[in-house]
């Protein structure tokens, strides 16, 4: 599973053909042994738990991102590279 970026703890990543389980574009996502799955492009938590801080960091990243993100999503559905996206500074 690439990682596609990193920043606060928090690191992001991205499944290659990733459709059977969720069927949304999502991204895999983890902080402090701390395991969930976020919607693309809304950053609706889908599954897991992240702290509320943590989780707003991302939502801010994936809408300052949201064409990027998408990019990888449509490549790594076809199970292509994806590019890393720079993180929250």
Do not use: C
């Amino acid at each position: 599973m690439p990682t596609i970026s990193m920043f606060y703890g928090i690191i992001v990543r991205m499944l290659y053909m990733d459709t059977q389980q969720h069927n949304l574009p999502h991204l895999h996502v983890e902080y402090q042994g701390m395991q969930a799955v976020v919607q693309l492009p809304d950053g609706t938590l889908l599954e897991g738990n992240l702290p509320a801080k943590k989780l707003r960091l991302l939502q801010a990243w994936i809408t300052i991102h949201e064409d990027e993100l998408m990019a990888d999503w449509a490549l790594a559905v076809k199970g292509e590279p994806v590019f890393k996206i720079e993180p929250l500074r």
